[in-house]
């Protein structure tokens, strides 16, 4: 269950990120970012569900509303940053999609993330169609039950980014968007095999803490190797991929799920995921100037 979660102003978020910590801070605030996004994701629908069934639906709509203006107000106290920023020129669109594009195709580290998007959420955003489906017709769950499974992959989320954010300083980004793919690839996997609801809610928090990794490990490979003014367009250009394979995979996986059933799409799913390891591993270890293990751990390259 991929969920997307980037607009103009995360972006922008995300692109400042690398001119208020060090470098070495980097992981720990970008999980600390992605712990609160996530907890947005997780928490909404419950809490827009309780207000709907006590309030209705006006009034829903407008606390929704209220969120906005608190979140403009919020943002609007935070410390403008200094005026080393790069100047703002107002260019057509086009123009500033074919910069991004340019970046993407000629920065080996944004190409790899690029890539391992595009294929990684091709397959991942297929559990989106399967999920209700699996609950209801496959595994008998009831509407709560079938709650509690969607909500578990958002509380992975949470929990994969709040473990970072207190020992990223000392990981590798690389082994993280490993590890997330492992993890969301075999949570999916684990879901779609499930004999019963219960191991559907653990795969999915599993799949979901995947995914929360790979978030930050996205966002920080990213910050660590392009320059700071730069970051803007390469990551307006990296989120269009992702947007555009959840599309594919919605046109491909109504299909397949009328064809083969829920537990068979989850399956697909999770293998396609797994298998993007293979393709993004030696484009991103030849990218980070690193060669593939031979005696059982990674080894700088010289160069």
Sequence with gaps: MWEG?????????IGQIIRLVEGSQLPAANAQLATGVNIGIAAGPAVGGLLLATLGLTATLLVDAATFVLSALLIGGVRTLSATAVSRRSEPLHTVVREGLRVARGHSVVRAVSVGFLVMVMFAALDNLAIVPLGR????????????????????????????????VRIRMDLVLYGALLALGAGTLVTGLSPVIAV?????AMAGVGAGWHNVAADTLIQQNVPAERLGVVFGTVYMFPYAAEALA???GAPLLAMVGPRWVLVVSGLGVLATLGLVVPLLTRALGLRLPTSGRFAAANG
């Design 5 to 13: 979660r980037y607009d103009e102003v995360q972006w922008h978020e």
């Design 200 to 204: 559907a809610v653990a795969g999915q």
């Design 250 to 252: 919605y046109a491909v």
């Design 137 to 168: 017709a496959e595994l008998g769950a009831t509407e709560v039950m079938v709650g509690l499974l969607g909500t578990a992959y958002g509380i992975g989320m949470v929990v994969g980014p709040m473990c970072l954010a207190k020992t990223g």
